[in-house]
């Protein structure tokens, strides 16, 4: 390796499976060079949070990160740590500074059948990573309240009446930018060109006409001027439509295309996606800037019933699959972009050696329980692991 890839470590059950998989599938094979962030809740405390905004400059800088889950922590999290605050999510803060779209795509195994009978190829998730309700300003409002939006602007102030309250409630404002919303477009249609797929966007834009219907010209306009005639030399198509026919049409459809979502959308159709492929822990999640810096990732979170068992000294099956696809997707990036062939040749390796092992049989509970085959074996996270150095080493 010639630039190092940084590594943010995280927390819990993935925290665990983070090193085991560094110490039997990358360090026997690879000269790994890493630049190393500590995001474990512990240190991100210690730090108040600057290693987290460290992390992200460092993608920044570095090109590609790849990142294990973290914790985000709630109430329950601050007494379990004895935090000094709650901290933002991890995961929103490195996207915010990356200003990315985040694409989340199955892994399939012919052992495990998708739910949906007509899905034969993966079905790719674009999620844009930036604002709405996860950048929401939301309170609780008082009875004999009047809840209005106010914007102010060098043309002046406006004010946009929400509700009168003779009860109590709840309102809640959010945002989107133009910029955001034109690069989340971009890293669609480039990723649809890279890979040779038709692009679906869709929204609610029959209720939200303005904030959705924003989303929706924005798309358009970029897509008649900047991608129309690319497409259509690649024999592929864009299209947009209400969210509610793009959940019907998906659930009809055989896979093999992208389907762009707005933040929140994206969030919940992945999981709900990538249940339906077999598991939540069979997805992979790599965040892509406009300006070309990647961040491989899985896209389940730490694991937590599995890490409390863990820590009582009973046996553990988690599936590392996606963990290893996001050290596996990093390391072809870094091979790509500083022209290390090999390096590149390994994270191949390293993707079908995990494949081989689950295809003959070889995995972890939660596959082994939707699994086809008489010769199916669950092992706990550690077997697997080892299962899978004994093909790679083959391999290498
Ligand atoms: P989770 O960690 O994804 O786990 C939810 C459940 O899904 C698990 O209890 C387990 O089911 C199953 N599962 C997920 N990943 C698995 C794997 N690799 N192998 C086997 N089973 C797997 O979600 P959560 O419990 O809602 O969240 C736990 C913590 O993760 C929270 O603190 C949250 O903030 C954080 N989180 C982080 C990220 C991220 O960093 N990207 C994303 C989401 C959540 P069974 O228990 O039934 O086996
Ligand atoms: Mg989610």
Not at 76 to 93: F, G, H, I, V, W
Not at 221 to 237: L, S
Not at 253 to 267: P, Q, V
């Amino acid at each position: 390796m010639t630039t190092p890839l940084v590594e943010i470590d995280g927390d819990e059950m993935t925290r665990v499976l983070w090193q085991m998989i560094k110490d039997e599938l990358l360090l026997p094979f690879v000269e790994l060079k890493t630049e190393y962030y500590d995001l474990g809740l512990p240190n991100r405390d210690a730090t108040d949070d600057a290693v987290t905004v460290a992390s992200a400059e460092a993608i920044k800088r570095l090109g590609v990160g790849v990142k294990c889950a973290t914790i985000t922590p709630n109430a329950q999290r601050m007494t379990e740590y004895s935090l000094k605050k709650l901290y933002k999510s991890p995961n929103a803060t490195i996207r915010a500074a990356l200003d990315g779209t985040v694409f989340r795509a199955p892994i399939l195994t012919s052992r495990v059948a998708p739910s949906v009978r007509t899905w034969q190829k993966p079905i790719v998730i674009a999620r844009h990573a930036y604002g709405d309700v996860y950048r929401g300003v939301e309170a609780l409002v008082p009875e004999n309240a009047k809840a209005e939006l106010v914007v102010t602007s060098p043309q002046g102030t406006k004010a946009y009446p929400i509700a009168d309250f003779d009860a109590p409630g709840v309102v809640m404002a959010m945002h989107n930018r133009d910029d955001s919303i034109a690069s989340f477009a971009r890293a669609c249609f480039n990723y649809a060109l890279d890979c040779g797929q038709d692009l679906w966007f869709s929204t609610k834009d029959t209720i939200s006409k303005t904030y959705d219907g924003r989303f929706k010209d924005l798309f358009q306009e970029i897509f008649d001027a900047e991608y129309a005639e690319a497409f259509k030399q690649k024999g592929i198509e864009y299209f947009y439509t209400l969210i509610d026919d793009a959940v019907a049409r998906v659930i009809r459809s055989s896979g093999g295309f992208i389907w762009a979502c707005k933040n929140y959308d994206g969030d919940v159709m992945s999981d709900m996606v990538a249940t339906a492929f077999g598991s939540l822990a069979m997805m992979t999640s790599v965040l892509v800037s406009p300006d070309g810096k990647y961040e491989y990732e899985a896209a389940h979170g730490t694991v937590t019933r599995h890490y409390y068992r863990f820590l009582k000294g009973e046996e553990t099956s988690t599936n590392p699959v996606a963990t290893i696809f996001a050290w596996s997707g990093a390391l072809k990036k870094r091979g790509e972009l500083d022209n290390l062939p090999e390096l590149t040749a390994f994270g191949e390796k390293l993707e079908a050696a995990t494949l081989l092992t689950l295809e003959q049989g070889v995995m972890t509970k939660d596959l082994a329980s939707i699994a086809s085959g008489e010769d199916v074996l669950a092992v706990n996270s550690q077997a697997f692991i080892r299962a899978i150095a004994e093909r790679l080493t083959a391999a290498c």
